[in-house]
């Protein structure tokens, strides 16, 4: 079959905004046009698609924004696309701009909008977009770096306060349901105790070790703990610190604050190298898949395999989930789960032993 030539491409970021999301739209928009191909931004992820809310890109548009936080093209959280009717809609303004094909920046329900157009023949390409870092896929995704810095950041400023003060701060960090941000800031911070999903946490063990800390004489503690806990855990937590040993002891939760800011190298570099790659990729007929970084490889892996493995990692496979994969396919999404199990276990094993 001769291969598609594509004239025009689209570019969108849609659910949680990342730092990054920006010089990844720089990246796809500078390649593509490199490459002989139209570009044009959709404004507002798939509601932009749905509204017809597109506009041409140039590279003069894009020349300063590698730098920046936030995303460029905006971005929103779209229910509308999740029904065949929001999809026709969007396939229409497809037709109208001539857009050949999308590359589609965010986390897993980017990826599901992606691969439902493109069955619907708009081929399009994911790149992993969010600071949660919880596409299992890939080890980084872009905002990831940028979040933890923040986290470390407003964490070492927490340890001056506390210190002073001779308190324990408990610090909730975003992650909707993964622990990546608390388990990585945990460390970063010294944390005497981190409380994430994927492990149990042993708290008991913690409240002796601050007890016995402070007895020895230590001023202040941090105790990190991911937001997928739910809203109650951490404020509940601060109150049994405070009881169980003594410590006085204040919540935080920084929220959405660590969702912005300028990005870091890592975060632009990735999101430059898996751009460039998306278009690359697109441009030569490759479609329906997510870029990846693993082992620091950049390569395409198919959504659907993305989105399953996500699924199982998290043990949340639904009935026939695997039946389309080969036992090849199983075996690594298997073994790729193990790696991030023994990686969180490994974690926070170090921390229990070092952390104080
Ligand atoms: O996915 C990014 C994220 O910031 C999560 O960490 C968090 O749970 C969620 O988005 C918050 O969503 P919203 O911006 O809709 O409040």
Redesign the pocket.
């Known amino acids: 079959m001769e291969q598609k030539k594509f004239k025009k491409i689209g570019i969108l970021s849609s659910?949680?905004?990342?730092p990054g999301m920006s010089a990844a739209i720089k990246s796809v928009t500078c390649s593509a046009i490199a490459r002989g191909v139209e570009v044009v931004g959709i404004v507002g992820g798939y509601a932009g698609l749905i509204n017809d809310d597109v506009r041409p890109l140039d590279i003069a548009d894009v020349s300063d924004i590698i730098s920046h936080g936030g995303t460029y093209l905006r971005s929103a959280?779209c229910d509308e696309f999740k029904y065949e009717e929001g999809m026709q809609k969007a396939i229409a303004t497809c037709k109208r701009h001539n857009i050949d094909g999308i590359v589609a920046i965010g986390?897993d329900g980017t990826f599901r909008g992606a691969t439902d157009l493109s069955i619907r023949g708009i081929p399009c390409i994911g790149i992993p977009g969010?600071?949660?870092n919880?596409i299992t896929a890939t080890d980084y995704t872009i905002g990831y770096d940028t979040a933890m810095n923040s986290v470390v950041r407003m964490g070492d400023q927490l340890r001056d306060t506390s210190e002073s003060h001779s308190r324990c701060c408990v610090m909730e960090v975003?992650?909707?349901?993964?622990g990546y941000?608390a388990i990585e800031t945990a460390l970063a911070l010294n944390a005497i105790g981190v409380a994430l999903i994927e492990i149990p946490f042993d708290k008991n063990a913690m409240f002796e070790k601050i007890k016995a800390m402070r007895a020895k004489g230590q001023n202040s503690f941090i105790v990190i703990v991911a937001?997928?806990l739910g809203t109650e855990f951490g404020e509940s937590l601060t109150k049994e610190i405070e009881k169980e040993t003594g410590v006085e002891s204040r919540f935080v939760r920084p929220?959405?604050i660590?969702?912005g800011g300028t990005p870091t190298l890592r975060d632009r570099s990735l999101a430059c190298v898996m751009g460039d790659k998306a278009v690359d990729l697109l441009l030569n007929g490759v479609s329906d898949v997510v870029i990846c970084s693993r082992k620091d490889e950049i390569i395409a892996t198919d959504i659907k395999w993305a989105l399953i493995v996500d699924r199982m990692f998290k043990n949340k496979l639904k009935d026939g989930d695997l039946d389309a994969f080969s036992a090849e396919d199983i075996k690594a999404m298997k073994a790729l789960c193990e790696e991030r199990r023994a990686y969180f276990k490994n974690m926070y094993d170090i921390i229990k032993t070092i952390g104080c």
């Not at 659910?15 to 990342?18: L, T, W």
């Open positions: 659910g949680g905004d990342a959280r986390g969010t600071i949660d919880d975003m992650g909707r349901d993964a941000i937001e997928g929220a959405h660590v969702r």
